[in-house]
């Protein structure tokens, strides 16, 4: 069974950082997209961020700037840097990778930024 494990949530002041990892399980071969949505209290999931298997990214305009995000294909990982993060980023955050014509998606992280 395919696994996707999130971990770098947390609470942060208005300014902070926070950095999201996502690894997927061994299991999983030929990724392709890797992403970060995220989905706030009352708010569809929506896309943060994703890149592709060769590196080219695309992100959600009320994060250009202050998210970037990283793959390490070797091990399978997904990261996100969050930097100068605002009260309106709170929210679960979920790692999304495709293979193989399959979508998968992780838990779900917590990011609480306080104002």
């Known amino acids: 069974q395919v696994q996707l494990v999130e971990s770098g949530g947390g609470l942060v002041q208005a300014g902070g950082s926070l950095r999201l990892s996502c690894a997927a399980s061994?299991?999983?071969?030929?990724?392709?997209?890797m992403g970060w949505y995220r989905q706030a209290p009352g708010k569809q999931r929506e896309l943060v961020a994703d890149?592709?298997?060769?590196?080219?990214?695309n992100y959600a305009d009320s994060v250009k700037g202050r998210f970037t995000i990283s793959r390490d294909n070797a091990k399978k990982t997904v990261y996100l840097q969050m930097n100068n993060l605002k009260p309106e980023d709170t929210a679960v955050y979920y790692c999304?990778?495709?293979?193989?014509?399959?979508?998968?998606w992780g838990q779900g992280t917590q990011v609480t930024v306080s104002s």
């Open positions: 999304n990778v495709w293979s193989a014509g399959l979508s998968y």
């Open positions: 061994r299991n999983i071969f030929s990724i392709a997209n």
């Open positions: 890149i592709t298997s060769g590196g080219s990214t």
